[in-house]
């Protein structure tokens, strides 16, 4: 028996639309949740993983078109989310699969969307779209009923902006800990907008992990005494997250440090680098080359920002990865001071290994400076 996502295109009319401010349009069906949404449009090159995605906070106001043809057809578990809140904006798919086939589901993608207030299309030409990005940039897109008229919609995209600083949106309103048994250190967390795995990567390596709101002052941090602190991932313009800058510069030097995402670009401002806006961004699997083994990584990524490799050098930060394909910033550190970052995710466990070395990194340089202190 067919169900309502198995239809035949010929026999059924396109329901929802995508916009553009120059009136471009990409027709399709629509699930999820029924409501129109201004977003930033994005493009996601991941074979798998899409529910990782739409849990993401780093996809807060975006709106994601998968490459990847077939979406759903594994549903979702209740055990892999990133987030307790999904924020991403919307979903874009050429082809949906309403019947996964995963012993371990336990919603289909589109109900959990419906629930979350997420809207989706598919049918879309995602090729053609992807084209359309990658040519003329990310860029404001409304998603909406086929039969909203071109010139109504085009007005509501000019009238509406997306906010830059959406950290404030997903950070955590108080502390709350995610512990382990055999506990050796204790590391605070600077929420920017974490995911899960990158606690439960830390919970692993022995620490107790306390997440902190993103306007947490240094000074309330240093009343915890922790063992190292962890500038996390989010969505949004680092340099708009002023408040976490400040903190970390206030902690630079003081504890241990690691920043993955928009936690190793806040750390390069706080040392007077600079960020670029980037036209595309990286979403997907991308090659990282570490300087120091000379060994490729395969990493998951997600940003539409990037540090400013001239800017580096002004400042003390030393530049440890870079990306294969457009040769862009992917990790710094500052050994005199304990403190290195990556852009990439290595909790996403690509490779699957390849980075996980990270998290050991920061466990041996936690007990480097408490073995010196």
């Not at 977003?39 to 993401?56: H, K, L, P, R, T």
């Not at 084209?131 to 990310?138: A, E, F, N």
């Not at 920002?305 to 500052?334: Q, R």
């Amino acid at each position: 028996m067919l169900k309502r996502f198995e239809v035949d295109c010929m026999d059924k009319a396109f329901d929802r639309k995508i916009v553009f401010e120059n009136g471009e349009e990409y027709y399709g069906y629509g699930f999820g949740a029924v409501v129109d949404r201004v977003c930033e449009i994005v493009f996601n090159s991941s074979v798998v993983g899409y529910q990782e995605i739409i849990s993401d906070p780093s996809y807060t106001n975006q709106m994601v078109v998968m490459t990847y043809p077939l979406i759903g057809n594994y549903g979702v578990t209740d055990e892999d989310f990133e987030s307790k809140v999904p924020t991403l904006g919307a979903i874009v798919v050429r082809d949906y699969n309403d019947m996964p086939s995963n012993f371990r589901y336990t919603k289909t993608l589109a109900e959990f969307m419906e629930d979350s207030g997420i809207p989706g299309i598919y049918g879309v030409d995602t090729r053609k779209l992807t084209r359309s990005i990658r040519d003329l940039g990310t860029r404001k897109a409304l998603i909406t009923s086929a039969d909203t008229v071109t010139e109504d919609a085009v007005k509501i995209l000019e009238n509406v902006e997306i906010p830059e600083n959406a950290v404030e949106k997903v950070s955590c309103k108080k502390r709350w800990y995610s512990r382990t048994t055999s506990h050796k250190y204790n590391i605070v967390a600077i929420d920017c907008g974490i995911k899960l795995s990158i606690i439960r990567s830390l919970n692993a390596a022995g620490c107790n992990v306390t997440v902190v709101p993103y306007n947490t002052s240094a000074e309330e941090i240093e009343f915890m005494k922790p063992d190292g602190v962890f500038v996390s991932n989010g969505p949004g313009d680092p340099s708009k997250c002023t408040e976490v800058i400040e903190t970390v510069k206030k902690l630079i030097g003081k504890y241990p440090m690691f920043g993955i995402a928009m936690g190793h670009q806040i750390i390069s401002l706080a040392y007077g680098a600079t960020i670029d806006k980037m036209k595309v961004g990286h979403r997907g699997g991308y090659p990282v080359r570490n300087l120091a083994t000379g060994k490729i990584e395969c990493t998951s990524q997600n940003h539409g920002y990037v540090v400013n490799e001239k800017s580096l050098e002004k400042t003390p930060l030393t530049i440890t990865h870079v990306n294969v394909a457009d040769g862009s910033v992917e990790g710094v550190c500052n050994k005199a001071d304990r403190v290195f970052s990556v852009q990439y995710n290595p909790e996403s466990a690509p490779g699957p290994q390849d980075s996980g070395y990270l998290f050991g990194q920061f466990i041996e340089m936690i007990k480097e400076a408490k073995d010196n202190a």
